[in-house]
């Protein structure tokens, strides 16, 4: 089954303490990309790779880390979390087929 | 990033036929992307289209005016499970998305 795999589904942590939200996805796809979602704000794009070792900035980059090491992996690191970063997280990937999200992360800073 | 326009909420009755259009301003066009995402849970993708013109899934079309910078879904014989929220999406790699549509279903 294609699907994309984020973990954890679910983070409650504490300011500056480094964390790293997984994504994995099984359909071979170069493009993958990360999204924050908030109320009244809709889904904004933080960093987006077109392919091994290949990634850039979206819309909201500052305070979020990626790295693109392998195809199928595209984790998304917040190396100091602070609140302002409570919010919804998406990561998805898109091939010739159409594009995938995976199920969201929910994460809150305190 | 891109300006994108959406209506914020749209109401309609099961079988009926319902519009949602977009309007964008982009100083580039690559394609625009149409996803429904239902409350909790992750958007799924409906459409994309890079060419003028309408493109018909089932139930679901998309058109597209580059020259206007407009597009709309067009969701015919509406079913309840349509009650969701609708994303418009301008890009490519770079992704610029709307605030969505909320799409209410009546019986």
């Known amino acids: 089954e294609a699907q994309v795999t984020q973990n954890p589904r679910y983070l409650i942590t504490v300011t500056g303490k480094k964390l790293t939200v997984t994504c994995s996805q099984n359909?071979?796809?170069?493009?993958m990309s990360w999204y924050r979602q908030d109320p009244g704000l809709g889904l904004r794009q933080i960093y987006y790779?077109?392919?091994?070792?290949?990634?850039d900035k979206g819309d909201v980059p500052e305070g979020y880390k990626v790295s693109r090491k392998e195809k199928r992996n595209f984790p998304l690191i917040l190396e100091s979390p602070s609140p302002n970063q409570t919010s919804l997280y998406f990561c998805a990937s898109r091939g010739t087929a159409g594009a995938f999200f995976g199920q969201g992360t929910r994460l809150t800073v305190v | 990033g891109q300006n994108i326009d959406q209506p914020t909420e749209m109401t309609a009755t099961e079988g009926a036929i319902v519009q949602i259009n977009c309007t964008y301003q982009t100083s580039g066009f690559n394609g625009l992307f149409w996803y429904q995402q239902h409350a909790g849970e992750a958007p799924t993708f409906l459409s994309y289209?890079?060419?003028?013109g309408l493109e018909e899934k089932g139930r679901f079309s998309s058109f597209l005016s580059r020259s206007k910078g407009y597009s709309y879904l067009l969701l015919k014989e509406l079913q309840m499970k349509d009650s969701a929220s609708y994303l418009c999406a301008v890009g490519d790699y770079k992704l610029s998305f709307g605030a969505g549509t909320t799409v209410t279903v009546r019986a």
């Open positions: 790779s077109m392919n091994v070792e290949v990634t």
């Open positions: 289209n890079v060419l003028d």
């Open positions: 359909m071979n796809h170069e493009y």
